[in-house]
């Protein structure tokens, strides 16, 4: 059940025109950076977007421009852990890394403790009003937010085609909490 939607979802956001992602991301954008959340967030582990994910590129440089610290996320494929590094200039700390995603070169790894984010932007394929969501399968997210001792909010940002009535929930799974589209603020419960 779980792939067919994915699979769905995919299919339909890779659907998207370059200037409707632009665009629905820009909207999203808009509704984040006044959302209480971000504003009293210092730390925000932010995704670097692919394959017409909601675009980051403009949340990063707004976050870096107002003076929050900006982390991203490091998959380590062999322990299907996350780490998270902090961003200072995209332009020049990225290149491309596991599975195609932008991630930081190795000179420019500042390693952080996840204890010390304050927020967490989380991708996904697929998303119910429950802040259940499908990802692209690895569990990184479910698995960093199972091994957490501290409770980190996390808003996942998505396109309201990406929006389905249920997920099939399995027992691993973590919720987000809260999720923003272009239209709306969903408050998960």
Same mark, same amino acid.
């Given at each position: 059940?779980?792939? @067919?939607?994915?699979? !769905? ?9 370059? !200037?409707? #992602? !632009? ?11 006044? +959302?209480?959340?971000?504003? !009293?967030?210092?730390?925000?582990? #932010? ?18 421009? #107002? *003076?929050?610290?900006?982390? #991203? ?23 491309? &890394?596991?599975? &195609? ?25 697929? +998303?119910?009003?429950? *802040?259940?969501?499908? *990802?692209? &399968? *690895? ?8 091994? @957490? ?13 990406q929006i389905v009535e249920e997920i099939p ?21």
């Amino acid at each position: 059940m779980k792939d @067919q939607i994915r699979k !769905e979802k995919l299919s339909i956001r890779k659907a998207l025109t370059a !200037e409707e #992602v !632009e665009n629905k991301s820009s909207y999203i954008f808009l509704q984040l950076k006044k +959302f209480f959340l971000v504003q !009293e967030a210092k730390n925000i582990s #932010v995704y670097v977007d692919f394959r017409n994910e909601v675009k980051t590129n403009q949340i990063i440089q707004y976050f870096l421009s #107002v *003076g929050k610290n900006v982390m #991203v996320p490091i998959s380590i494929p062999s322990t299907k852990q996350m780490q998270f590094s902090q961003l200072l200039d995209p332009a020049q700390d990225l290149i491309t &890394g596991n599975y &195609g995603i932008l991630e930081p070169k190795q000179d420019a790894m500042r390693i952080v403790d996840p204890n010390s984010l304050d927020l967490i932007l989380v991708p996904g394929v697929a +998303f119910d009003s429950h *802040g259940y969501r499908i *990802g692209y &399968g *690895g569990g990184y997210y479910d698995r960093f937010f199972s091994q @957490q001792n501290k409770k980190i909010p996390s808003i996942a940002l998505a396109f309201d085609l990406q929006i389905v009535e249920e997920i099939p929930m399995d027992p691993f799974d973590h919720p987000v909490d809260y999720i923003i589209t272009e239209t709306r603020i969903i408050a998960c419960k």
